[in-house]
């Protein structure tokens, strides 16, 4: 009879420990899909993952030349330039005229020809650059550019007027950034 009590005893005893083994397993197996997705996508987002397509112009080192998404260490071999604007400051287009936007610009482009530069390119329309951006930016109201979707619009907006300025010098325009805004 004490072999039956110990008997009866011992099934709990490994139902205990079964029904402590299946969570823990559960959590091992998330914990390493977690880090599996995140090593991908860390791996993803910096661009190791972006091959050239067979029909993209590709340069000497297999890259391709058209890319805007490239990582940090093919930069300087496509000569990929960032050129920052001085700040631009403007009133908004509200009824009651109190509304301002003090924003920095910075440009990322490359040159098309192989002649010419981001930074020369701007220097010789900074004119032309200078008024598209202010009478872009007089043209928003307060509610167009409050959250993230209006000043999205804003960057796109000021990307597509500037690359058409920029295209005849022999620069591409890749990206528009705004280190700096303020809206008031």
Not at 104 to 123: F, N
Request: no cysteine; proline share 4%; charged share 25%.
């Amino acid at each position: 009879m004490a072999d039956d009590a110990a008997l009866e005893e011992a099934p709990p005893q490994q139902d205990k420990q079964r029904g402590l083994l299946v969570p823990l397993l559960i959590t091992g197996v998330v914990a390493a899909l977690l880090a599996v997705g995140a090593t991908f996508g860390g791996l993803y987002a910096a661009g190791i993952f972006d091959a050239p397509t067979a029909a993209a112009e590709t340069g000497a080192d297999g890259v391709a030349a058209g890319d805007p998404d490239l990582p940090d260490s093919v930069v300087g071999t496509l000569g990929i330039e960032v050129v920052p604007l001085k700040k631009f400051s403007a009133n908004l287009k509200d009824g009651s005229g109190g509304r301002k936007i003090a924003i920095d610009i910075s440009l990322e482009g490359r040159s098309v020809d192989g002649k010419s530069s981001l930074g020369e390119a701007v220097t010789e329309k900074e004119a032309a650059i200078r008024h598209t951006v202010n009478f872009l930016l007089m043209d928003f109201t307060f509610a167009e550019l409050r959250g993230t979707d209006g000043m999205l619009r804003l960057r796109d907006e000021i990307h597509r007027r500037l690359d058409m300025h920029l295209e005849d010098m022999g620069v591409r325009l890749d990206r528009v950034y705004f280190t700096d805004v303020v809206v008031q």
